[in-house]
């Protein structure tokens, strides 16, 4: 994180957390614009805190304080195996579940090759999303091979996953 004081002659910065004296990390000092650093090597939940930098001259001393929340990454799991093939009309279910942080809320979208998911085929019930965000092609047909992707969405960051869709044989 920086901290930064408008002052001449140029301040020393220093740092101060309850949590910092057991945390890994380096400082680096105020460069020419006044701008100093800390460097916290490993950031995981212990690195949640207050922290207050100091920038100190002859002329005096001031302070800035933030407060840090860590939020844990979303994350997808790969798919099984990069290819999943299925036989023309057999019902395909493609699983999309993402290990998120509890404090956010998770929203999920499917593309099929880049693109959202064709509306009319939701409508006609050909693409189904269950309530686990799973995509279920009801009869696939050789025009579904595609690549499909899921993409799990919180306020912070986003993770995706992606399975190449094989249609094989035609429809009885």
């Avoid at 220093?14 to 945390?23: E, K, R």
């Avoid at 090597?41 to 207050?50: H, K, M, S, T």
């Avoid at 840090?68 to 290819?83: D, G, H, N, S, V």
Wanted: proline fraction near 3%; glycine fraction near 8%.
């Amino acid at each position: 994180m920086s901290c930064k004081f408008f002052a001449s002659p140029n301040v020393n910065i220093t740092w101060d957390s309850a949590v910092l004296h057991g945390l890994r990390h380096h400082i680096v000092p105020a460069d020419a614009d006044g701008e100093g650093k800390l460097i916290i090597d490993a950031v995981g939940r212990d690195a949640e805190g207050e922290y207050t930098c100091t920038g100190t001259n002859k002329h005096g001393t001031e302070k800035g304080t933030a407060h840090i929340i860590i939020r844990e990454a979303t994350r997808l799991e790969p798919f099984e195996r990069p290819l999943e093939k299925v036989l023309a009309g057999q019902r395909l279910e493609l699983s999309c579940r993402a290990q998120h942080d509890e404090n956010l809320e998770v929203t999920y979208e499917w593309l099929v090759n880049g693109k959202p998911l064709i509306e009319q085929y939701i409508q006609s019930g050909h693409y189904l999303i269950t309530d686990k965000n799973s995509l279920i092609i009801t009869n696939p047909a050789r025009y579904d091979a595609a690549i499909y992707t899921c993409i799990a969405k919180t306020a912070l960051d986003s993770a995706e996953k992606s399975v190449q869709v094989g249609v094989d044989g035609t429809y009885k």
